[in-house]
């Protein structure tokens, strides 16, 4: 399983204290399981499922990927740009 | 030992216990500033103050006789409380590259020539300008349909945020995805 770099922004950063960190992912990643498996670090990230998408190296994810270790991995909590 | 101490106004290193102070040295490198240019396109992430003139120095060209720009300000009240100021965050890099897609995407439909956008990070105080999207096009109505839609793509899709702060306190605001009526 990869580790790899997880960002954390707004609201996300607020809940789990960082800005970013290292975490052991599945090799297939979803939506559904990234949030599942970074709630077992930040329980507090779960208030937000529902909200929150994922960015998979600076682009929307869509579906699923393979993680490969040098990847990064943003929350995008929702926006509010503008 | 050797470690470096950097704020707004001052850059000190420190060696062996000396102290070499290079006073308002850095500002313009510890601001941050990322940029995504090329000869139709300039786009700004920022947290110094926006200056809509840049855009116009970007965009004014002799085949575009028709600019369209618009400002995003910070606002003084939301319902019934009074507004400090708002404080935006953004992930820089993925922000450039979706409002890149963004641009690119709407180009396709309309007629424009140049693109200017500029969006501030950090602390902008009331009637302080926060974003800044700008086109030119040889005719007028490309580049008003371009800045709507594009401003509306741009709330919608770019990966910024907003705490709204108050007198008592602050929030994390979100924007609707229902766009305009353009």
Not at chain 1, 50 to 69: D, F, P, R
Not at chain 2, 102 to 115: E, M
Request: charged share 25%.
């Amino acid at each position: 399983m990869p580790v790899v770099t997880v960002l954390y922004f707004a609201r996300c950063r607020e809940i789990t204290g960082k800005v970013q960190e290292k975490v052991l992912l599945p090799e297939t990643v979803s939506l559904d399981n990234i949030l599942t498996e970074l709630a077992k670090v930040h329980p507090a990230l779960e208030t937000l499922r529902g909200k929150l998408t994922v960015a998979h190296n600076q682009a929307y994810l869509e579906g699923s990927v393979q993680l490969q270790s040098t990847d990064e991995i943003a929350l995008i909590p929702p926006v509010s740009g503008g | 030992m050797w470690y470096v101490k950097m704020s707004y106004t001052r850059f000190q290193i420190h060696v062996c216990g000396m102290l070499c102070d290079f006073t308002c040295l850095l500002k313009s490198k510890i601001l941050s500033q990322i940029m995504s240019t090329n000869d139709r396109d300039q786009i700004i992430i920022t947290s110094d103050p926006l200056n809509v003139q840049r855009a116009l120095d970007h965009i004014t060209i002799p085949s575009c006789g028709g600019i369209s720009i618009f400002c995003g300000t910070t606002r003084d009240t939301f319902q019934d409380k009074t507004v400090l100021y708002l404080e935006y965050e953004a992930y820089e890099a993925m922000a450039i590259k979706e409002i890149v897609r963004i641009c690119d995407d709407l180009a396709a439909s309309f007629d424009v020539r140049k693109i200017y956008v500029a969006h501030r990070t950090g602390r902008v105080d009331v009637c302080e300008t926060s974003i800044i999207v700008a086109a030119s096009s040889p005719h007028r109505s490309d580049a008003i349909t371009f800045v709507s839609k594009a401003v509306d793509k741009i709330k919608e899709r770019a990966p910024v945020w907003k705490k709204e702060w108050y007198e008592d306190g602050s929030v994390w605001k979100e924007n609707c995805k229902c766009t305009g009526p353009v």
